[in-house]
Every structure is written in structure tokens, then in C-alpha cells.
């Protein structure tokens, strides 16, 4: 089974997946690494600073080293398009703000991400394409708080727990919308 952990740039989806990595077994996929690593992409995006990832191949890629036997984690703003089922970060957007001026983001590409999270750009998208998807806040949480909510997820899936996860970590249940458009 593949589960993605997937949100706006800057909510916590590399700093909870190394987290997990580090006190877990679960084979974690950092799938922005993978594209650059073996260039899986198309082209690259000189004005916004990123590449065009081929998505075609990535699958292929992801499939090719997925476990089988057990849940393999997905770790990227993409990975939705790829997962059975995922796990959408979400964090406010002036805590965002902060988290991508550290990164020494483009004041353009900051906007479009901050833009993308208020409108759950990524949540709309995850509940197309995916089976399962789960919502969790981490605006004011720390990367062990939202560990933990990621293995309860993960344990739930396991025993076929969706309907309670779902009423736990229901999607939507976040909006930024008003206070950020406002």
C-alpha cells in the first residue's frame, strides 16, 4: 500500500517522514529527491525555480521500489498522485510565510504556495485521486505530535480502520480561506 504525505511546500511532510524513518521500519520514498536524482522530468522551470516532474516515470519508479508486502510512505507535494491513500499536511498560512522566507523562497514563488494552501489546492487534488485521505493541522504542533497522528493513521489503515481515522482526521476540516482572502 502506498500512503502519501503530501501538503504545500513548508508544512512538515520531510521533517515528520525523517522522523519516521529514523524510529520506524516503513520504507519512506522522498519523491523530490528521486526526480532530481535519477531526472524524472520533462523540463526544468527556470522562472519558478523547479522542475516538471514526469509523472508517468515517477510512478513507474515509485512502484518499481515500493514494499509490496507492507506500507511504503510517499514523501512529497506530488505524492498524492501516486498513493492509495494520503495524509495532507496543512499549516497556517503566516506560519508558511515565516517557514518559506527561511528557505529564501522568490516573494512570487511564496505567494503561489501561501495562494495554493488557502484554497487546499493539494486536498482538492488528494480527493481525486485518492482512496483515502486524512487532513492534519500542524500549525501549532510539533513534528512528534504529528508523527504520532501519522502511526495512528497508519495503524488504522492497517486493521481497516478508515471510518474512524475519517472522522478523526476528516478532510476539510481545516480553512484558511477567511484568513487569508479577508
Same mark, same amino acid.
Given at each position: 500500500?502506498?500512503?502519501?504525505?503530501?501538503?504545500?511546500?513548508? !508544512?512538515?511532510?520531510?521533517?515528520?517522514? #525523517?522522523? +519516521? &524513518?529514523? @524510529?520506524?521500519?516503513?520504507?519512506?520514498?522522498?519523491?523530490?529527491? *528521486?526526480?532530481?536524482?535519477?531526472?524524472?522530468?520533462?523540463?526544468?522551470?527556470?522562472?519558478?525555480?523547479?522542475?516538471?516532474?514526469?509523472?508517468?516515470?515517477?510512478?513507474?519508479?515509485?512502484?518499481?521500489?515500493?514494499?509490496?508486502?507492507?506500507?511504503?510512505?510517499?514523501?512529497?507535494?506530488?505524492?498524492?498522485?501516486?498513493?492509495?491513500?494520503?495524509?495532507?499536511?496543512? !499549516?497556517?498560512?503566516?506560519?508558511?510565510? #515565516?517557514? +518559506? &522566507?527561511? @528557505?529564501?523562497?522568490?516573494?512570487?514563488?511564496?505567494?503561489?504556495? *501561501?495562494?495554493?494552501?488557502?484554497?487546499?489546492?493539494?486536498?482538492?487534488?488528494?480527493?481525486?485521486?485518492?482512496?483515502?485521505?486524512?487532513?492534519?493541522?500542524?500549525?501549532?504542533?510539533?513534528?512528534?505530535?504529528?508523527?504520532?497522528?501519522?502511526?495512528?493513521?497508519?495503524?488504522?489503515?492497517?486493521?481497516?480502520?478508515?471510518?474512524?481515522?475519517?472522522?478523526?482526521?476528516?478532510?476539510?476540516?481545516?480553512?484558511?480561506? #477567511?484568513?487569508?482572502?479577508?
Amino acid at each position: 500500500m502506498l500512503v502519501g504525505i503530501t501538503g504545500t511546500p513548508g !508544512t512538515g511532510k520531510t521533517s515528520v517522514t #525523517e522522523l +519516521l &524513518e529514523s @524510529r520506524t521500519s516503513y520504507r519512506v520514498i522522498h519523491i523530490n529527491e *528521486l526526480i532530481r536524482e535519477e531526472k524524472l522530468y520533462s523540463e526544468v522551470d527556470a522562472q519558478r525555480d523547479c522542475v516538471v516532474a514526469d509523472m508517468d516515470r515517477v510512478d513507474r519508479r515509485v512502484r518499481e521500489m515500493a514494499d509490496s508486502d507492507d506500507i511504503t510512505i510517499l514523501d512529497s507535494h506530488l505524492s498524492h498522485h501516486i498513493a492509495d491513500s494520503v495524509i495532507v499536511l496543512r !499549516t497556517h498560512p503566516d506560519i508558511l510565510r #515565516e517557514r +518559506l &522566507e527561511k @528557505r529564501r523562497y522568490s516573494p512570487e514563488k511564496i505567494q503561489e504556495n *501561501l495562494e495554493a494552501e488557502a484554497l487546499d489546492i493539494i486536498l482538492c487534488e488528494s480527493a481525486e485521486w485518492c482512496d483515502n485521505v486524512f487532513e492534519i493541522d500542524t500549525t501549532s504542533q510539533s513534528v512528534e505530535r504529528t508523527l504520532s497522528d501519522i502511526l495512528s493513521i497508519l495503524e488504522g489503515l492497517v486493521l481497516g480502520r478508515e471510518k474512524e481515522l475519517a472522522d478523526r482526521y476528516r478532510p476539510g476540516s481545516v480553512d484558511w480561506s #477567511e484568513d487569508f482572502f479577508s
